[in-house]
């Protein structure tokens, strides 16, 4: 069965960084565009990055320059490294495949304060 397993999230100090992981199961994960999404409280889910099959890139435009997203399809594993992270960047994120399965991870808490 499809599965989507997110670590690596945290309390961190406006500024600082984290890396994100992204564990699938249940799916040819090389042959899938990869997304990570995330939802603020109070707000709907957005997608934040995503990375194509062969590694191609795309960020919302308020992560750009400050976020990577990366896969090792070795692995089935993608990542999502932050740096500079700031307060409005606090969400829980999840990751999915496109197209999805209709199944979410339980996502890992990103919490920038000080």
């Known amino acids: 069965q499809v599965q989507f397993v997110e670590s690596g999230g945290g309390l961190v100090q406006p500024g600082g960084s984290l890396r994100l992981s992204c564990a699938a199961s249940g799916i040819i994960f090389s042959r899938y565009i990869m997304v990570w999404y995330r939802q603020a409280p109070g707000k709907q889910r957005e997608m934040v990055a995503t990375i194509t099959e062969g590694s191609t890139t795309h960020y919302v435009d308020s992560v750009k320059g400050r976020f990577s997203i990366s896969r090792d399809n070795a692995k089935n594993t993608m990542y999502l490294r932050m740096n500079s992270l700031k307060p409005e960047d606090t969400a829980v994120y999840y990751c999915?495949?496109?197209?999805?399965?209709?199944?979410w991870g339980q996502g890992t808490q990103v919490t920038v304060s000080s």
């Open positions: 999915n495949s496109e197209p999805g399965f209709g199944i």
